[in-house]
């Protein structure tokens, strides 16, 4: 099984080597406080023309302190545990049902080449990334 897992891994860090979702829910709350934060100082300091301005200051600070902490998918992924990968890649063999294949680059090739296949296993690491992750 060690070896079935590894290459669904990988079949899933390829597919969403090509997707622009990040982990931004963690550091998205943040930014916001800050955000929001800037505008009420700011409203309440200059009015409408303080409320542009501390918005403006307090997004740039939420960019700022959040900077480099959005990782990539496919990073998330090669970064879990032998036990989390596990659980993802029964969820995903579910997905493949009786497809046979000998590694990970015969596995890719299938998969990629069926596009609702395709859909299905990139949804399936989509929720398992949400429920069991938080990400």
């Known amino acids: 099984m060690g070896q079935r897992v590894d290459d669904v891994v990988q079949l899933c860090c390829q597919i969403l080597s090509h997707d622009p979702i990040k982990d931004v829910v963690r550091n998205t709350y943040k930014g916001l406080k800050l955000a929001g934060g800037g505008v009420i100082v700011g409203s309440l300091l200059g009015g409408p023309a303080g409320m542009f301005v ?15 902490q959005f990782r990539p998918l496919p990073q998330i992924l090669m970064e879990m545990s032998k036990a989390e990968k596990k659980k993802l890649a029964i969820e995903v063999i579910v997905i493949l049902g009786s497809l046979i294949w000998r590694d990970a680059a015969q596995l ?14 990139t949804a399936t690491v989509h929720s398992y990334v949400k429920k069991n992750l938080r990400a």
């Open 108 to 121: 890719i090739a299938l998969v990629m080449g069926n596009a609702t296949l395709q859909q299905q296993v």
């Open 54 to 68: 501390g918005g403006a200051v307090g997004s740039l600070m939420g960019g700022w302190l959040t900077r480099g």
